[in-house]
């Protein structure tokens, strides 16, 4: 257990849909990322926060968005949801910003569109 | 931006063998490289990382090599055992943010 929580476990809607995934961070982590997971796929980098503001940003589509709370957990909106967003969403934190900071993954949460 | 490649995208190694697991990468101020294991339905966990200042780091029985002239690095893994079995991982850091290849998925034979 990496103490990073994600909520829900999985995720079943439709096209056109709007959903909501959460992340709470390991105790004192300040930085949380967002992952992408596809079938066969690596993990794409959507985006990254710390302490609150936006920090770094990946291959995040204009339907999805993101932000980090005060209680620094995070939530990632998925909108106008198609088919090929279905997959597996990682979220993962670690203390500080920078790269050579160690990420701590969640379990994830699988998304499937119908 | 960067960009990580990774090969093989399977292998299969009898139990004892060393299996090793190469990524290039593409920006030359990349200085980070960590590599994640990812087990079946479980989530992606680092087992090693080196920094471009070594070319090579050892624990146990992983290794990593780094190559900064040819840009790439390689995983080694020696006297693999079933549970080295998993889908691993390599990423590549210039900045604030890592990009990681599409995954080895590494299957150990008994």
């Known amino acids: 257990d990496s103490g990073v929580t994600q909520t829900p476990k999985h995720l079943i809607t439709a096209t056109g849909q709007r959903v909501t995934l959460r992340c709470s961070p390991r105790s004192g982590d300040l930085s949380v990322y967002w992952y992408q997971q596809s079938l066969d796929q690596g993990l794409q980098f959507l985006i990254q926060y710390y302490n609150g503001e936006e920090r770094a940003k990946g291959n995040i589509l204009e339907r999805f968005s993101a932000q980090q709370f005060p209680d620094l957990h995070s939530e990632l909106n998925l909108s106008s949801l198609e088919l090929g967003d279905s997959a597996l969403y990682f979220c993962?934190?670690?203390?500080?910003?920078?790269?050579?900071?160690?990420?701590?993954f969640g379990p994830g949460t699988r998304l499937t569109v119908l | 931006g960067e960009n990580v490649e990774q090969h093989p995208s399977t292998l299969s190694v009898q139990e004892g063998d060393s299996a090793v697991i190469k990524c290039t990468y593409s920006d030359s101020a990349s200085n980070y490289f960590p590599w994640y294991k990812q087990e079946l339905g479980k989530r992606p966990q680092l087992i090693i990382d080196?920094?471009?200042?070594?070319g090579e780091k050892k624990d146990q029985r992983i290794a990593v090599t780094l190559n900064k002239t040819a840009k790439h690095f390689s995983l080694h893994i020696t006297e693999t055992q079933p549970e080295d079995s998993a889908v691993y991982f390599c990423?590549?850091?210039?900045?604030?943010?890592?990009?990681f290849g599409t995954g080895t998925r590494l299957t150990i034979i008994p």
């Open positions: 993962a934190s670690s203390v500080f910003a920078g790269k050579y900071n160690e990420q701590f």
């Open positions: 990423a590549g850091g210039g900045n604030e943010k890592l990009t």
């Open positions: 080196i920094r471009s200042n070594v």
